[in-house]
């Protein structure tokens, strides 16, 4: 037994009388010591593993002592308690000597010279006491609240985290019942879980609940263990509870997620599906756009000549027929005011879809430089069922530069600070209220101002605006996520987002982006051109064009019928068994998503058979919504079509195409 507790208990003492004299006051207590003299623990560093207790003795000075503690601190199973001795309480410079070493990670302090039984009780209980005070101290600094309560839920005791997890001081609830931190909702199902607990023993399962934190919000935690304690000096149930609250707002930001890529992609297939019979509406406007003037001269040059032959027999009747037809109430220029008037009514229509196909983000993305008035109508348009019935929306739209940041990207900037405005109005007022939207350029910079006269901003939630899943909006109207997304898209662009409000003032929110540096602006776009073909030539350019919309087809071959030779495939099918038989074609005008056999498919089966071809080919798509669609259109390098699109476009691409030119953009 002696040798074990020389082994385990060391005393670092350098005077050699007051060692011995230590040794003697050991031994007398029944202890087995081992001595080591030298002041800077040499003889310690060379052990493999530290002694179950460490003595520092009175005679080490105050740095030897406080690099003692720094070498075992640092070791390997550094929890070794050390005993520091200390000669006489009274003494001068004890006590600051106490304090200084207690400071520097002494465990304990032995008064010395001491009665032998004492001090080997002091030696002897000191690990119980250290690994005592460890606990105590993973409580105190332990990320979870460890609880103990009675079974009806008065707390007994709770650990310091508390101050942390809930900004609530532990002595605050002891004696007092837990169910006033809880929420009403969560409270009928905590005690039923609670008596649970108190009837049966076992592992326990979590239960989730939100508890009151000191700053009026509720934080979501879990409660683990829930453990019945038999020891009668404790009596009730132990609990932990850990907050889940991130790990909930992280589980909520995936069902987004999850939801608006659901959305994205229904948005994608909807578009796509309008875009077609938008496609040959549009085109069919255009068409009779053009030909009622055709008819109504047709008409006068026949009134002019029923005139002039007003005696021949019937011309009379045929003329009176025609003066009432003229005198109709819809006129000539009325019937082309409505043709007008639908014509703009399916461009906005366009305008809508393509908004929609910019939030799916299914279209390969553009780097920009952006255009903000495009950008601001686009964006206008898809929240102005929101702002409707809210407020006036007021443009103060001052011309700027392009701006250096992605369309897309400044879009979704621009819908998340529209919605957010809309939605700090209440209803029913729209005359009351107004959101103001502003530009304007200065030092190379282009803002955005998005201003609204709603329900405002604290102060103490300003500086909170950006951060992530923190948000003003009741729960379940709204992630937290949009203004983070916003600050992150204009910090990334190399822009900067202000924010002024106060509770019942407003809000005005204000985007600063460097406007496009002059070599990175588009080049200028070419003088719209129509194909030229020779008055001598035999035969003009042909065109296949291949969809599987018929009345597309039908649109598009009518709208190119007085300057090409167009030829038709409702299938990629059927345009590989025709150019099978014939592939003498200035160019192929395609869709792009075909069932069956794709656009993307032909071109593959062109470029192995006719490359020249299929270089010629021009892709029109009413969106594209799959990867390899997306990748194939950023990998053609050639512009392409978007349904539904302008026709003079149509005949400027085709144009550039038969005459070999290199393709402008569309």
Partial sequence: MRGRAVREMVLVEPERERAAALLGLLGAAGLAVELVAEPDGAALRGRGRLPRVLVLGPGLRDSEAEELLRQVRAAPGGATPVVVGLCGRAEVGVQERAERLLAAGADELAELPAPPRRLALQLQSAPRRAAEREQALLLELGNDITAVLSADGILRAVSAAARRLLGREPQEWVGRSVFALIHPEDRDRVAAFLAERVRIAGPAPAIELRLAHGDGSWRWVEALGANLLEDPRVGGLVVNVRDVTARRQMAAQLMQADR????????????????????????????????????????????????????????????????????????????????????????????????????????????????????????????????????????????????????????????????????????????????????????????????????????????????????????????????????????GAGGRIEVESELGAGARFTVWLPAALPDRLPPPAAPPTTPEVSPAAAVRPRVLVIDDEPMLLQAVARLLAEDYEVVTAESGEAAQALLQRDSRFDAVLCDVMMPEVSGMDLHAWLAAREPALAARMVFMTGGVFTERARSFLQALGRPWLDKPFDPAALRRLLGAVVRGEGAPGS
């Fill in 260 to 491: 608006l890529a659901s959305v994205g992609l229904l948005a994608a297939g909807v578009a796509h599906e309008i875009n077609n019979p938008l496609t040959y509406v549009l085109c069919h406007l255009e068409a009779l756009a053009t030909e009622l003037p055709v008819v109504f001269g047709a008409l006068e040059r026949c009134r002019l000549a029923l005139q002039a032959q007003r005696a021949q027999p019937g011309a009379a009747e045929a003329l009176a027929a025609l003066e009432q037809l003229q005198a109709r109430e819809v006129t000539r220029q009325e019937l082309q005011r409505l043709v007008a008037q639908a014509h703009e009514g399916a461009s906005r229509v366009r305008e809508i879809v393509r908004a929609l196909r910019l939030f799916a983000r299914t279209e390969p993305e553009e780097s920009g430089p952006a255009e903000i008035p495009a950008a601001l109508e686009r964006t206008l348009q898809l929240v102005a069922p929101q702002v409707r019935y809210r407020a006036r929306l007021v443009r103060e739209l001052q011309p700027v530069p392009p701006v250096a940041c992605a369309p897309a990207r400044l879009e979704q900037v621009l819908l998340n600070l529209l919605v957010n405005a809309a939605q700090a109005i209440p209803e029913g007022a729209a005359e009351r209220n107004q959101i103001r939207v502003r530009t304007w350029h200065a030092d190379g910079q282009v803002a955005i101002e998005v201003a609204d006269t709603g329900c405002g901003i604290g102060s103490e939630q300003l500086g909170r605006l950006f951060d992530p899943f923190f948000t003003t909006k009741p729960v379940g109207e709204g992630s937290g996520l949009g203004l983070s997304i916003c600050h992150s898209i204009v910090t």
